[in-house]
T-cell receptor, first 113, second 114 residues
Framework: AQSVTQPDIHITVSEGASLELRCNYS??????LFWYVQSPGQGLQLLLK??????LVQGIKGFEAEFKRSQSSFNLRKPSVHWSDAAEYFC???????????FGGGTRLMVKP | EAEVAQSPRYKITEKSQAVAFWCDPI?????LYWYRQILGQGPELLVQ????????DSQLPKDRFSAERLKGVDSTLKIQPAELGDSAMYLC????????????FGPGTRLTVT
């Protein structure tokens, strides 16, 4: 069965600092990987996705993620965090059709001024 | 920009009552998903439709939950009777087709069972 672990429940960074959110997945074949962001009381918005090809994926809002098969990881990064990035971030893995998403427990990001 | 619509946004109900949520996906999207998100957790898939057919409902508690998408467009998720443990955010998502496509999420319905 597929699964996703996000080891950090909460992360606080200062505005302008760099950010890395960790995601580890378990899936028997080549995974389809996603990062979503959720603002309070809202639905989820897709930041980026990986299906194949270049292991460094660029997304919206200046985010990027790197797929590392050897580490079963898909960490999300941003070089300089803005106050508006404060939200909850979810990593998800899909089956070989790209659907049937399994989400991690989420990481809540707080940004200090 | 096209969006997934959900209503109501908030619902408070007493346990043992019936409750229903409605979702209108983005026009032309054949695949529709219902997720449940318990506070502090990630979303969990309840049911997936391809047009009007259920593709997967293995995680749907069928003794009390039902979902339909009669004309392959909008969808209704029903709980009867509601239990305290059903308090959660219910999210609807749609995608152009099942496969390696982005799922677009609606704003969700926050259910509180008292």
């Amino acid at each position: 069965a597929q699964s996703v672990t996000q080891p950090d429940i909460h992360i606080t960074v200062s505005e302008g600092a760099s950010l890395e959110l960790r995601c580890n997945y378990s899936y028997g074949a080549t995974p389809y990987l996603f990062w979503y962001v959720q603002s309070p009381g809202q639905g989820l918005q897709l930041l980026l996705k990986y299906f194949s090809g270049d292991t460094l994926v660029q997304g919206i809002k200046g985010f990027e993620a790197e797929f590392k098969r050897s580490q079963s990881s898909f960490n999300l990064r941003k070089p300089s965090v803005h106050w508006s990035d404060a939200a909850e971030y979810f990593c998800a893995v899909g089956n070989n059709a790209g659907n049937m998403l399994t989400f991690g427990g989420g990481t809540r990001l707080m940004v200090k001024p | 920009e096209a969006e997934v619509a959900q209503s109501p946004r908030y619902k408070i109900t007493e346990k043992s009552q019936a409750v229903a949520f409605w979702c209108d996906p983005i026009s032309g999207h054949a695949t529709l998903y219902w997720y449940r998100q318990i506070l502090g957790q990630g979303p969990e898939l309840l049911v997936q439709f391809q047009d009007e057919s259920v593709v997967d409902d293995s995680q749907l508690p069928k003794d009390r939950f039902s979902a339909e998408r009669l004309k392959g467009v909008d969808s209704t998720l029903k709980i009867q009777p509601a239990e305290l443990g059903d308090s959660a955010m219910y999210l609807c998502a749609s995608s152009l087709e099942a496969g390696a496509n982005e799922q677009y999420f609606g704003p969700g319905t926050r259910l509180t069972v008292t």
